[in-house]
């Protein structure tokens, strides 16, 4: 690397361990930052010389990059923004910190995927979905799968495993010339009723979908997801073990299954290692607390929350609100989430927007009860199992009461 890369690397390194040392969070953006303040090239820099996989989505993307990297582990040491700091800042730290890998699989946030397949030339990209996501300040769902469709149009070079149940996704990838498609399945479809090329109704049926108006229509899936395992382009069928919940998270693994195929690795050589990943950055952690396991579980727009609830057991959920900044601070979203399945559990809200969450129960028909306190919580549930599902800031706070007191 050139003397000023080194020179920004070491100090984005030291910035992100003082960081780290001072309690002050894990270093994994300020490091990046400063770095490229030194050096606005140093992505680049530290990019050149890795096999790089970029992993992007509206949801899902910070487990599938996790399984990803574990899977890729295979070939090599890894390096990876495990702590899901997905834009260049969290990209560079994490590049500085590994050192000299052979390979890297990086999370990144969609809004920022153009720029960081520019600046990192990465050997395979994965699309995951798309859909509506902090409402104040993101781009709607067309806008943000033209863009996608934009980048990789310029970049021809670069392999392409995408979701084949997700209208916008094949949209956004029909351009690329090499494409492995994905099946994992897709529950929420309310972000793709309209085909983004041609604006017709976009019709489904047992798992097919087709636009009305024009050619685009779901392709076959090399990878699909059959029962508690996965179906690999070859016809063979590989059970997938998991520590982690949910069928959501087979389908993550089918996707980290594709991705580590286009570097050679075998699902047999790398099935295994998934089932190492017991936890990501605290989701889906357990924590045992005065005679209650407590699980908890992300949940940050109207798909992921559907699919918590898909993981969730019947058992006490504490649901918990915020809105601040990292969350988006319009809360209508909750509108799009039929809460229904809660109705035959004891349920608890908390959080600093728990009366906005108050009134969408109150209108679902499901019964609460507020508290002011994760503690008050814990005294409200009896011993057993207490589900925790909420959004970034508010599952912070709630790690951070766990942590505090561990």
């Known amino acids: 690397m050139p003397l000023r890369a080194k020179v920004a690397t070491s ?3 030291t910035a992100a361990a003082l960081s780290r040392a001072a309690g002050r969070g894990d270093g994994s953006v300020i490091g990046g930052w400063i770095g490229l303040k030194i050096d606005p090239e140093l992505l680049t820099h530290l990019a050149t010389g890795r096999a790089i996989a970029l992993v992007s989505g509206t949801n899902g993307k910070t487990t599938t990059t996790r399984l ?13 923004n495990s702590f899901g700091a997905n834009m260049p800042t969290g990209h560079t ?14 999370e990144v946030d969609e809004h920022y995927l153009a720029r960081v397949i520019e600046e990192t030339n990465p050997r395979v990209v994965a699309l995951l979905n798309l859909s509506r996501d902090q409402l104040d300040r993101a781009k709607e769902v067309a806008m943000m799968a033209q863009m996608w469709k934009t980048a990789l149009a310029a970049h021809q070079d670069v ?23 994905f099946s994992a399945g897709q529950r929420w479809h309310d972000d793709s009723f309209v085909c983004p090329q041609s604006g017709h109704p976009i019709e489904r049926h047992q798992g097919d979908w087709w636009c ?37 998270n087979i389908g993550n693994a089918a996707t980290a299954l594709a991705v580590v195929a286009e570097f050679g690795v075998h699902p047999l050589k790398a099935l295994p290692y998934l089932a190492t990943v017991t936890s990501i950055a605290g989701r889906y952690a357990q924590v045992d607390r005065e005679g209650r ?9 109207p798909a992921s929350w559907l699919e918590a609830f898909d993981m969730a057991e019947i058992a006490p959920t504490l649901l918990s609100i915020n809105a601040r900044d990292p969350d988006g601070l319009d809360t209508s979203w909750l509108y799009d989430v039929d809460f229904a399945p809660l109705r035959n559990r004891p349920v608890l809200i908390t959080g600093d927007r728990a009366y906005d969450l108050a009134v969408r129960l109150e209108v679902n028909g499901v019964p609460f009860r507020h508290v002011t306190s994760f503690d008050q919580a814990l ?28």
Request: glycine share 8%; aromatic share 6%.
């Open 11 to 13: 100090v984005s390194k």
């Open 68 to 80: 990803t990297a574990a899977a890729m582990e295979v070939l090599g040491p890894v390096a990876t």
């Open 93 to 106: 730290s994490a590049l500085a910190k590994a050192g000299s890998t052979p390979f890297a699989v990086l």
């Open 159 to 181: 392999k392409v495993v995408a979701n084949a149940d997700d209208p916008m996704v094949v949209w956004a990838a029909s351009g690329s010339p090499y494409v492995v498609w």
């Open 212 to 248: 009305t108006g024009c050619p685009l229509r779901r392709p076959r899936a090399h990878w699909q997801v059959e029962e508690e395992g996965v179906v690999d382009p070859r016809g063979d069928w590989h059970l997938v073990k998991l520590q982690l919940p949910g069928t959501v």
């Open 293 to 301: 396991n407590i699980r908890l579980l992300l949940a940050k727009n």
């Open 379 to 406: 005294q409200g549930v009896p011993p057993g199992r207490l589900e925790v599902i909420a959004n970034y800031t508010a599952f912070q706070d709630i790690r951070s009461e766990l942590d505090r007191v561990n």
